[in-house]
């Protein structure tokens, strides 16, 4: 569905304006983009729910303001976008078995989660398309989510690049974060959320390094240095050089959008075509964050 009517907002892209009265306000760059004019408390309207998942095919980041959601509110909107994904190695909330918490208490001195540059759980079969997330405690300071547009990276690339990598397949584990002997296996400080190690953390799977988006088309770099270990049939000094250039090459500012948080605030991005860094810098606050996934298809 095509969004007539655009109207030129200062400081950003032009805002679209469809004829339902939505609002799709896209960041200078087009990667990223708020949307105004709905209420995700009741089901969207099919023309409503089309216009939502046309921007979030264009933009890949949509952040929803003024969102006062309910758990079951954010569960069956999840629902409208697409079945639930698959979350391993984080137990979910009590009645809400595809709901994670991802709460921070004032007090906690661990590492803030996510902070680490990744697609989510890009180690499936099947990594989710989509991820939601809400904003129940904003703190005051800190606490901005940074997004790097994939598929722009990859289009930056020279032809002899894209020549390079086209055949390769990169390959994906949980076992740095998850794993027996991972970040978290080996952490000390409290948290508490509540993460499982296990030893499924350990086993890899292989995608294609490039991947093809299956709505638009557009070819997108799928690595991370949090799940990507290594590229099939390199050895690991091999796989370094490249997946350190391209780990370098895709988080450069000219494809990074950070986005603030404010409360109540609901964001949904896609995980086929972009990394996302969960920033801290709000210690002695605390955040609380509620997550849902949709799930997705094999990596093509």
């Known amino acids: 569905m095509r969004l007539p009517s655009l109207t030129l907002k200062p400081g950003h892209a032009a805002a679209e304006e469809t004829s339902m009265g939505i609002t799709v306000t896209p960041q200078e760059s ?3 983009a708020q949307v105004t004019g709905l209420d ?8 409503d729910l089309a216009a939502v998942k046309d ?9 929803f303001p003024d969102q006062p959601l309910s758990l079951e509110a954010l569960e069956a909107f999840t629902l409208q976008i697409g079945p639930f994904g698959i979350d391993p190695f984080i137990k979910p ?3 809400h078995p595809n709901v994670l918490e991802l709460r921070r208490e004032a007090t906690e001195t661990a590492t803030n989660f996510g902070a680490g540059w990744h697609s989510d759980w890009s180690f499936q079969a099947e990594p989710p398309a989509a991820t939601l997330l809400r904003s129940e405690v904003t703190p005051p300071v800190g606490g901005d989510t940074l997004f790097a547009d994939c598929a722009r990276a990859y289009d930056a690339l020279s032809d002899a690049m894209k020549a390079v990598l086209a055949p390769l397949r990169a390959v994906h584990s949980a076992s740095r974060a998850y794993g027996t002997q991972g970040v978290f296996a080996k952490e000390t400080a409290k948290r508490t959320m509540e993460i499982i190690v296990s030893p499924e953390a350990d086993k890899t799977i292989a995608h294609p390094l490039v991947r093809t988006h299956p709505v638009t088309g557009r070819k997108a770099l799928y690595v991370s240095p949090v799940y990507t270990v290594g590229i099939e049939g390199m050895t690991l000094k ?8 391209l780990f370098a090459h895709m988080t450069q500012d000219e494809f990074v959008y950070r986005h603030k948080w404010a409360q109540g ?17 709000y210690d002695g606050h605390l955040r609380v964050m509620h997550r849902t996934t949709v799930a997705g298809e094999a990596v093509v």
């Open 265 to 281: 605030m609901l964001l949904m991005w896609d995980n086929r075509c972009t990394v996302h860094y969960a920033d801290g810098g």
């Open 93 to 95: 909330m009590p009645g």
């Open 238 to 245: 091999e796989s370094h050089a490249i997946l350190g250039f």
């Open 55 to 63: 921007a979030w095919a264009r933009h890949a980041v949509l952040a």
């Open 40 to 47: 995700l408390a009741a089901p969207l309207a099919g023309a």
């Open 30 to 32: 087009g990667f990223g």
